[in-house]
Nanobody, 125 residues
Framework: VQLQASGGGLVQPGDSLTLSCAASRGTISRYPLGWWRQVPGQGREFVAQVTRSGSTTYYADSVKGRFTISRDNGKNTVYLQMRSLTPEDTAVYYC???????????????????WGPGTLVTVSS
């Protein structure tokens, strides 16, 4: 499956932004899907995951209560709604499909086999 994230941009602190990740060459319904982010020079950080059906979600403590992950299997798309953004949320955001969940936890990068190119989110006044 190929993934393509979009929706990044420059926003001000306190603003909201929604990222989308569309899949091609396969169906996302087979996979739990996650969002990760990376600040240049730092490691990739887990943000959120949604299970195959969308019934269960997991979040990093740093975004809990502000970000919402959701999916539309019919549209082959996963979303990340971000509210109350702060400069600390500035990063390149990646979507990923988990194919190795039997071996690794949902917040372990090794659980994810398929990654799309990221989309940059910059939060600055």
């Amino acid at each position: 499956v190929q993934l393509q994230a979009s929706g990044g941009g420059l926003v001000q602190p306190g603003d909201s932004l929604t990222l989308s990740c569309a899949a091609s060459r396969g169906t996302i319904s087979r996979y739990p899907l996650g969002w990760w982010r990376q600040v240049p020079g730092q490691g990739r950080e887990f943000v959120a995951q949604v299970t195959r059906s969308g019934s269960t979600t997991y979040y990093a403590d740093s975004v809990k209560g502000r970000f919402t992950i959701s999916r539309d299997n019919g549209k082959n798309t996963v979303y990340l709604q971000m509210r109350s953004l702060t400069p600390e949320d500035t990063a390149v955001y990646y979507c990923a499909a988990e194919a190795n969940g039997a071996s690794y936890s949902y917040d372990d990068r090794r659980a994810y086999d398929y990654w799309g190119p990221g989309t940059l989110v910059t939060v600055s006044s």
